[in-house]
């Protein structure tokens, strides 16, 4: 995966340099050591967090937190204690980049503000449960949603009433954007702001000849990669 990523950047590289301007001269000072693992494996929870149900504003009623959606097209994206709670496993919660959600909804809530926002709910739930003599499953929502608020938890309680609907236009209230990260990741921003049409149709163009490519470098990548690091 080593060699594989270091030759998409090569290719970036060379996409960047024939189509962005300013890009001509472009050279690779230096890459990263290792590979850093942006996806992992995800709990199987009482509540994972869908891309259908927060594309249609749904708040759910154990919310714990809210989260910015990927793009302003969506409102933001309620997060509920179920995300956290495995579905048969008693006695643990999974916060941070292994709660419970599809693929897409992850690519945002593994992030680092996502993460503070389950970390603290979990913690606050953790400390409840032992306190009751009960496992994290059975905590009083309630309770736990009043001590998160307590803490400064933006979060829509259950006592709110069972017809929670987030305005879409509310969510550009400055405490609605307090968790915003950079989950508008680069390649998506180079895909839909700053590359024409075409260009967007060559990099695709690139990236499928590519996945039918061995996965050693030839003799020409190697070069060409010896060369920038030189």
Same mark, same amino acid.
């Given at each position: 995966?080593?060699?594989?990523?270091?030759?998409?950047?090569?290719?970036?590289?060379?996409?960047?340099?024939?189509?962005?301007?300013?890009?001509?001269?472009?050279?690779?000072?230096?890459?990263?050591?290792?590979?850093?693992?942006?996806?992992?494996?995800?709990?199987?929870?009482?509540? $994972?967090? %869908? #891309?259908?149900?927060?594309?249609?504003?749904?708040?759910?009623?154990?919310? !714990?937190? *809210?989260?910015?959606? /990927?793009?302003?097209?969506?409102?933001?994206?309620?997060?509920?204690?179920?995300?956290?709670?495995?579905?048969?496993?008693?006695?643990?919660?999974?916060?941070?980049?292994?709660?419970?959600?599809?693929?897409?909804?992850?690519?945002?809530?593994?992030?680092?503000?996502?993460?503070?926002?389950?970390?603290?709910?979990?913690?606050?739930?953790?400390?409840?449960?032992?306190?009751?003599?009960?496992?994290?499953?059975?905590?009083?929502?309630?309770?736990?949603?009043?001590?998160?608020?307590?803490?400064?938890?933006?979060?829509?309680?259950?006592?709110?009433? $069972?017809? %929670? #609907?987030?305005?879409?236009?509310?969510?550009?209230?400055?405490?609605?954007? !307090?968790? *915003?990260?950079?989950? /508008?990741?680069?390649?998506?921003?180079?895909?839909?702001?700053?590359?024409?049409?075409?260009?967007?149709?060559?990099?695709?163009?690139?990236?499928?000849?590519?996945?039918?490519?061995?996965?050693?470098?030839?003799?020409?990548?190697?070069?060409?990669?010896?060369?920038?690091?030189?």
């Amino acid at each position: 995966m080593g060699v594989e990523s270091r030759r998409w950047m090569l290719d970036l590289l060379s996409f960047y340099r024939a189509n962005m301007p300013g890009f001509a001269d472009a050279w690779i000072m230096e890459t990263a050591p290792q590979i850093g693992v942006r996806h992992s494996r995800r709990l199987t929870g009482v509540q $994972p967090v %869908l #891309r259908e149900q927060w594309q249609s504003g749904v708040v759910y009623a154990d919310e !714990v937190g *809210v989260s910015p959606s /990927l793009s302003p097209t969506f409102a933001s994206v309620s997060v509920p204690f179920g995300t956290m709670v495995p579905v048969e496993l008693d006695g643990l919660l999974a916060p941070g980049r292994h709660v419970a959600s599809d693929a897409v909804s992850h690519t945002f809530l593994r992030e680092i503000p996502q993460c503070w926002l389950t970390g603290q709910a979990a913690g606050v739930a953790t400390a409840l449960s032992v306190n009751a003599g009960l496992p994290p499953r059975h905590v009083d929502v309630d309770a736990l949603q009043g001590e998160l608020v307590k803490q400064g938890v933006y979060l829509r309680r259950r006592s709110d009433g $069972p017809d %929670l #609907r987030l305005d879409v236009h509310k969510r550009h209230e400055g405490r609605h954007l !307090v968790l *915003v990260a950079d989950v /508008l990741r680069a390649e998506r921003l180079q895909h839909e702001l700053f590359f024409t049409p075409d260009a967007q149709q060559e990099y695709a163009a690139g990236h499928q000849q590519r996945d039918h490519e061995p996965t050693e470098p030839d003799d020409q990548h190697g070069a060409e990669q010896h060369s920038e690091n030189t």
